[in-house]
């Protein structure tokens, strides 16, 4: 397959109006994020804009900013915060909108970003995954509002460059496997779980070599860790382990490279909105090896593209815990303790089967790629942002907003339909 292979589920949604012009579309210039949200390739004028971080005056105003009063566009593209003065937007987001994340519920402000959104100036609004779609709808579900908030809902996933190397395994013995976690939220994203497979493998003689790519935040800084003093300590002590290599920063080219060479990425997760490192990976061949929560299941399909994790969840997707409000509790620390060693011990379970298993290694190799090429590859994404650009700039602003489900058309929410093309 090839880059340029489209989502069969997404054809229609190519359909751009005919004569369609270059418009200028505002989008935050931030370090990431965004280019993961909007078109990698566009034909229009992507026009990157700084964004006023009222974050750094008040640490929970993150859910909003301002849009340049003179500066000419055809419509913002946001991302999470919503833009007061555009005239007419779209906004993206990564599980919850408008993000009133500490606000009181009689919030001036957050009736205001609520506000927002409910307008007609908002023309549509993106969940990047349906695991953020369900967010939303249950976060929404008892307001006046909400059936007009679900008729411009609609799911769109990241796009990432796809790499044109072949697949640097491809005649691997996988006698010895070599896996790799990227993450600067060493707790949250699971790099505890995998320094202590990491140990149990050792202590098993197993042939794994694990990459650790990680600044090793945790604790009080993240909102997820438990705060408990000195909970991570034993982890970061595996660090130092023969079979752990530990890297604090890697560029992202570098970190694509190290994927590429290695048979399996890891994210056992106890908590990520989506974890762009999935597909990356499978743009580079390499499959995944993840938690069952949150959007992971609508990238990684067991047994298909790489190994799912359990852990106990709630309807919506997310671990079922304690909560933020426990994370000081020991109560809270033992929930987090538990769930990293049961995510260990089923991962290095899983390796285990994995050694010197060339033919099903090799399958799923094949398969995640097909997975990046059918489902987030910019070359076949791209065109559908531009094309909803197209229909949005082209809407009259006293029309009520509305995502067409037969040409607005949603991202699937797993792999299943590529099962037809899969690998054998």
Not at 181 to 186: A, C, I, K, P
Not at 260 to 285: K, Q
Not at 302 to 307: A, H, P, R, V
């Amino acid at each position: 397959m090839h880059d340029q292979a489209q989502n069969s589920s997404s054809i229609k949604d190519s359909a751009a109006p005919e004569e369609a012009r270059c418009l200028k579309v505002m989008v935050y210039r931030d370090r990431y994020p965004t280019a993961f949200m909007t078109p990698r390739i566009s034909r229009h004028e992507m026009v990157r804009t700084r964004f006023i971080p009222f974050n750094k005056l008040h640490s929970n105003w993150d859910g909003f900013t301002v849009t340049p009063p003179f500066q000419e566009n055809d419509l913002v593209h946001a991302w999470n915060r919503i833009p007061f003065g555009a005239r007419r937007f779209i906004c993206s987001f990564e599980s919850s909108l408008p993000r009133g994340y500490g606000f009181p519920k009689s919030s001036l402000l957050l009736k205001v970003m609520q506000g927002a959104i409910e307008s007609k100036h908002c023309r549509r609004l993106v969940a990047m995954s349906h695991y953020a779609r369900r967010k939303f709808e249950f976060k929404h579900q008892h307001r006046e509002s909400f059936p007009e908030l679900k008729s411009k809902l609609m799911v769109r996933h990241p796009n990432v460059f796809l790499s044109d190397k072949p697949d640097a395994l491809a005649d691997d013995d996988c006698k010895t496997l070599t896996v790799t976690f990227v993450g600067s939220h060493f707790g949250r994203k699971g790099g505890a779980a995998c320094v202590r497979a990491a140990e149990l493998a050792l202590e098993r003689g197993l042939p794994i070599r694990f990459n650790i790519v990680s600044s090793l935040v945790a604790g009080e800084s993240v909102w997820f860790d438990t705060t408990v003093p000195g909970f991570f300590d034993p982890y970061f002590r595996l660090l130092d382990l023969p079979n752990v290599n530990h890297i604090n920063s890697l560029g992202n080219d570098s970190v694509r490279v190290l994927m590429r060479a290695s048979h399996f990425t890891l994210l056992p997760t106890l908590g990520d909105t989506f974890g762009y490192s999935m597909i990356e990976s499978m743009a580079e061949h390499t499959p995944v090896i993840a938690t069952n929560i949150c959007a992971v299941p609508e990238v990684v399909m067991d047994g298909f593209n790489g190994c799912l994790l359990n852990l106990d969840k709630t309807p919506r997707g997310d671990w079922n815990s304690l909560g933020y409000e426990a994370r000081g509790t020991e109560a809270y620390a033992t929930q987090y303790r538990d769930a990293t060693e049961d995510v260990a011990q089923q991962l290095v379970a899983k390796l285990a089967e994995l050694v010197g298993q060339p033919e099903t290694i090799h399958r799923m190799r094949r398969n995640a790629r097909l997975t990046a090429e059918q489902m987030f590859s910019a070359s076949s994404q791209s065109p559908l942002w531009d094309d909803l650009y197209d229909r949005v700039a082209a809407e009259d602003l006293n029309s009520r907003p509305f995502a067409d489900p037969a040409i607005d058309i949603s991202s699937p929410e797993s792999p299943a339909h590529l099962l037809g093309d899969a690998a054998r």
